[in-house]
């Protein structure tokens, strides 16, 4: 069974705080590693979707870098705004076709 | 038109009761996929449907009866389910199955409770 492990679990931060959690995942075959935002009673929206070594994704004050070779990704916001609360999941898309398998993701709370 | 419907949002079921999930897309995304999400854990792939065949089956209950009638919807038929079959059921597209890594576009899910 492939664990995909997301921390910390939840975050609690004030607006203007940076911020960053950790996707952890067993160094194996692989086409991808997705990032979702999932506000709620929304639908999760994809953020990045990231797939070489070293690979770097920057969407305004969101950006993740990916590790293969030791089996993480970091997700970074800058500047945190209330609106990016939200859970904020992982998921490593499997060699054979389209397959995520997803973390149970990380909560986070910005405080105005 | 880049979203992705599903009804009903709130589902409550009896357990001899039979209802069916709805998802629909007009991306024209010839994959489909049902999750479902147990509260605090990972969604968990239960069907996927490539060009509205059935494609892979996560080992899950019969009692789970997934229908693609055509490539923009997809359907799944709930029947004789269970207390912990309670959970969020999430649809998802993406332009294809296999290829490239393409991201998958959700909808916003129907939380199912079976009494």
């Given at each position: 069974?492939?664990n995909?492990?997301?921390?910390?679990q939840?975050?609690?931060?004030?607006?203007?705080?940076?911020?960053?959690?950790?996707?952890?995942?067993p160094?194996?075959?692989?086409y991808a590693?997705?990032?979702?935002?999932?506000?709620?009673?929304?639908?999760?929206?994809?953020?990045?979707?990231?797939?070489?070594?070293?690979?770097e994704k920057?969407?305004?004050?969101i950006?993740?870098?990916?590790?293969?070779?030791?089996?993480?990704s970091?997700?970074?916001?800058k500047g945190?705004?209330p609106e990016?609360?939200?859970?904020?999941?992982c998921?490593?898309?499997?060699?054979?076709?389209?397959k995520?398998?997803?973390?149970?993701?990380?909560?986070?709370r910005?405080k105005? | 038109?880049?979203?992705?419907?599903?009804?009903?949002?709130?589902?409550?079921?009896?357990?001899?009761n039979?209802?069916?999930?709805k998802?629909?897309q007009?991306m024209?995304?010839?994959?489909?996929?049902?999750?479902?999400?147990?509260a605090?854990?990972?969604?968990e792939?239960?069907?996927?449907?490539?060009?509205?065949?059935?494609?892979?089956?996560?080992?899950?209950p019969?009692?789970?009866?997934?229908?693609?009638?055509?490539?923009?919807?997809?359907?799944?038929?709930?029947h004789?389910?269970?207390?912990?079959?309670?959970?969020?059921?999430?649809?998802?597209s993406?332009?294809?199955?296999?290829?490239?890594?393409?991201?998958?576009?959700f909808?916003p899910?129907?939380?199912l409770?079976?009494?």
């Amino acid at each position: 069974i492939l664990n995909v492990e997301q921390s910390p679990q939840s975050l609690h931060v004030q607006e203007g705080d940076s911020t960053n959690f950790t996707c952890s995942f067993p160094s194996s075959n692989f086409y991808a590693l997705h990032w979702y935002r999932w506000e709620t009673a929304k639908s999760p929206e994809a953020l990045f979707v990231m797939t070489l070594n070293g690979d770097e994704k920057k969407k305004g004050r969101i950006s993740a870098t990916l590790n293969t070779k030791e089996g993480y990704s970091y997700l970074y916001i800058k500047g945190s705004q209330p609106e990016d609360s939200a859970t904020y999941l992982c998921a490593l898309h499997m060699e054979y076709g389209n397959k995520l398998v997803f973390g149970a993701g990380t909560i986070l709370r910005v405080k105005s | 038109d880049t979203e992705v419907t599903q009804t009903p949002k709130h589902l409550v079921m009896g357990m001899t009761n039979k209802k069916s999930l709805k998802c629909e897309q007009h991306m024209g995304h010839r994959a489909m996929y049902w999750y479902k999400q147990k509260a605090k854990k990972p969604p968990e792939l239960m069907f996927v449907y490539s060009y509205e065949k059935l494609s892979i089956n996560e080992s899950v209950p019969s009692r789970f009866s997934p229908e693609c009638p055509n490539s923009s919807l997809l359907n799944l038929h709930l029947h004789a389910l269970q207390p912990e079959d309670s959970a969020l059921y999430l649809c998802a597209s993406s332009p294809q199955y296999g290829g490239s890594p393409h991201e998958q576009f959700f909808g916003p899910g129907t939380r199912l409770t079976v009494l």
